[in-house]
């Protein structure tokens, strides 16, 4: 891919932590493998439970409500996700497997009948607005309404919790088996979820999953354009395309890092964290431990095993892991099936540009030629 270098290599091989800085606060990046899945586990010494800090960069500005269940600890957290997470497992359903297939093939199909497209404004922004209606069970016009908020339902685009509450009145007079009306409807801890509850669960399904999946999609396609052979790869054996998914999720690695807030003090690798002060988990880092991945710094698609982390770890695992899995397998699949070879036209990286590292994290635009 277009800049696949990971800024994080060398301060990796000489300590586990790395200084970042964020908006003059300094929060220093767990990089390692091991360090990472530690520190992930354990919540108690790094919280969730900081409201509006579950990334580096605060959201106070762009959220009004707490986001659930990610900006909690236990037991609140294993509370609410357990009020969710059999809306999120309906991707391991056969119809719905089915179902999300057709739907990528069908635009892959389109792509081939074009002369050119935007693999991520073209092709990925609405793939993954569209598979979403099929996660929250509404009608697929939704999309275009979700494709206008851009590539990020909070950085750039507005009116997300305007929509959301207008979405919780719509169930209430209109229930059915949608998303929005099965929140409506649950019961937690004996009562009903107020409206600020709803609409933190309803934030971090459209905020959280958006751009992931973009950035991995527009980065997939790019990747099979720069490597010719590769489809041949896929299309060589079946199990390659889980083994392929799971390596450009580790490759990719589109979210750079969570933070964690230590509400005691709390020690990583040989540095002190004060009471109050925040640790980013660096996802990406720790999916290149060269320790850990042999040939970290490539795509290997038959990479067998791959103990990534680009879905997190402990129980802040990402809710949407399967939905996303299955959108990435299903492309897979489609691109071997259908697609000879794929022409790279123009590509403008998607650059994370911080004081402490500059990242890619996907692109703004790729225009590529189906054949």
């Known amino acids: 891919m277009t800049d696949p270098r990971d800024p994080f290599k060398e301060a990796r091989g000489k300590c586990p932590i790395h200084s970042t800085e964020f908006n003059g606060e300094d929060i220093p990046f767990v990089l390692g493998l091991k360090d990472l899945r530690k520190t992930a586990k354990d919540w108690q010494n790094f919280s969730s439970d900081h409201p509006f800090k579950v990334v580096p960069h605060t959201e106070e500005k762009m959220r009004s409500m707490r986001q659930i269940p990610i900006e909690m600890d236990p037991p609140d957290h294993t509370d609410y996700r357990a009020l969710v997470e059999p809306f999120f497992k309906r991707p391991n359903d056969p119809a719905y497997i089915a179902d999300m297939e057709s739907l990528i093939s069908s635009m892959v199909e389109e792509m081939l009948a074009t002369d050119k497209v935007d693999a991520v404004h073209e092709f990925a922004l609405p793939l993954q607005c569209r598979a979403l209606t099929r996660l929250l069970n509404v009608p697929e016009s939704e999309a275009d309404i979700w494709k206008e908020w851009g590539l990020h339902a909070l950085t750039e685009g507005e009116g997300l919790e305007e929509y959301t509450a207008e979405q919780f009145a719509k169930a209430e007079s209109q229930p059915g088996d949608d998303f929005f009306s099965m929140l409506n409807q649950v019961e937690f801890r004996g009562r009903n979820l107020t409206l600020e509850e709803k609409q933190g669960i309803a934030n971090v399904t459209f905020a959280g999953g958006k751009d992931t999946v973009i950035n991995v999609v527009s980065s997939i396609i790019v990747y099979f354009a720069e490597n010719k052979e590769a489809l041949k790869t896929l299309r060589e054996n079946e199990k390659n395309i889980n083994t392929a998914c799971e390596e450009f999720v580790r490759y990719v690695s589109p979210l750079t890092a969570i933070a964690r807030t230590c509400p005691h003090g709390a020690q990583v690798g040989e540095q ?15 999916n290149r431990d060269e320790t850990v991945f042999e040939k970290a710094d490539e795509v290997v698609l038959d990479r067998i095993p791959n103990p990534h982390i680009g879905f997190g770890f402990g129980i802040h695992n990402c809710l949407g892991a399967p939905q996303a899995r299955l959108i990435i397998r299903s492309l897979l699949k489609s691109l071997s099936e259908q697609v000879k070879s794929i022409e790279l036209i123009s590509a403008v990286p ?13 692109y703004d635009q790729a225009v590529v030629k189906f054949s």
Not at 272 to 286: E, F
Not at 350 to 362: A, D, F, P
């Open 272 to 286: 002190d964290i004060p009471a109050g002060g925040r640790v980013g988990l660096c996802w990406p880092s720790a």
């Open 350 to 362: 998607r650059m994370e540009n911080e004081e402490s590292y500059t990242r890619q994290v996907g």
